[in-house]
């Protein structure tokens, strides 16, 4: 049985279908310096 999910660089989509086998307590987002987007009001 799983309680918890821990997902890491997933799309909102993936997220979605992951809350829907368990709920997620960790989303962590893909960081790298070398590759930076801006979005979301980022400078």
Known sequence: ???HLGVSN???E???EAQ???PIV???DMYN???REK???EA
Request: hydrophobic letters at 50%; zero cysteines.
């Open 10 to 12: 997933a799309t909102a």
């Open 39 to 41: 979005g979301n009001g």
């Open 33 to 35: 310096l070398a590759h």
């Open 1 to 3: 049985m799983i309680r």
């Open 20 to 22: 829907a086998i368990a």
């Open 14 to 16: 993936q997220v979605t």
């Open 26 to 28: 960790s989303v962590q």
